[in-house]
T-cell receptor, first 113, second 110 residues
Framework: DAGVIQSPRHEVTEMGQEVTLRCKPI?????LFWYRQTMMRGLELLIY????????DSGMPEDRFSAKMPNASFSTLKIQPSEPRDSAVYFC???????????FGEGSRLTVL | QKEVEQNSGPLSVPEGAIASLNCTYS??????FFWYRQYSGKSPELIMF????GDKEDGRFTAQLNKASQYVSLLIRDSQPSDSATYLC??????????FGGGTRLMVKP
């Protein structure tokens, strides 16, 4: 398996623009997670899905953030409108739900000017 | 209080020495504990997990767990410059989600 695949790897945009980050989890993994990493706040869980259903979105910072998982092989994290404080690395991760290893994608580095 | 606490470092050790990384957690009900390594510009990768009190060894790495003290540590023996990275402690929370500590940056000097 190719692992968790994220796109784009890098995104530079201007404040107010819409940003869409994409993720393809490992096939057979029932859980998908979106994390955000910054120097100040470390690695924070934003939202996670089980079998395509959002389970906990309490980490989503505000209504500008939304996430969807229309099928088992694709998820998006959207920020609209984007702000400079959204600049961070966004990681998608997946696992089987058996309490074992969480597999991370390579991350999407977002810079909002 | 954060659920998982780590000293941010950097922790600097000479090559060949033992590096000791520490983590405390707040949830007494936590049953499993994970150590992830993250190289600069890369994603976290799992290196060790531990469920039981005591020590668990895997090559040069030893994880130590003390549930009474709510303390988990990672020892790296014979540290190498390639071990220079940020080490993240993680504890499962409600549901199936992992809560990560802020990470400790380790620098191994040749």
């Amino acid at each position: 398996d190719a692992g968790v695949i994220q796109s784009p790897r890098h995104e530079v945009t201007e404040m107010g623009q819409e940003v869409t980050l994409r993720c393809k989890p490992i096939s057979g993994h029932d859980y998908l997670f979106w994390y955000r990493q910054t120097m100040m706040r470390g690695l924070e869980l934003l939202i996670y899905f089980n079998n395509n259903v959002p389970i906990d979105d309490s980490g989503m910072p505000e209504d500008r953030f939304s996430a969807k998982m229309p099928n088992a092989s694709f998820s998006t994290l959207k920020i609209q409108p984007s702000e400079p404080r959204d600049s961070a690395v966004y990681f998608c991760a997946s696992d089987t739900g058996d309490g074992g290893e969480l597999f991370f994608g390579e991350g999407s580095r977002l810079t909002v000017l | 209080q954060k659920e998982v606490e780590q000293n941010s470092g950097p922790l600097s050790v000479p090559e060949g020495a033992i590096a000791s990384l520490n983590c405390t957690y707040s949830d007494r009900g936590s049953q499993s504990f994970f150590w992830y390594r993250q190289y600069s510009g890369k994603s976290p990768e799992l290196i060790m997990f531990i469920y039981s009190n005591g020590d668990k060894e895997d090559g040069r790495f030893t994880a130590q767990l003390n549930k009474a003290s709510q303390y988990v540590s990672l020892l790296i023996r014979d540290s190498q410059p390639s071990d220079s990275a940020t080490y993240l402690c993680a504890v499962p929370g409600a549901g199936n989600m992992l809560t990560f500590g802020g990470g400790t940056r380790l620098m191994v000097k040749p």
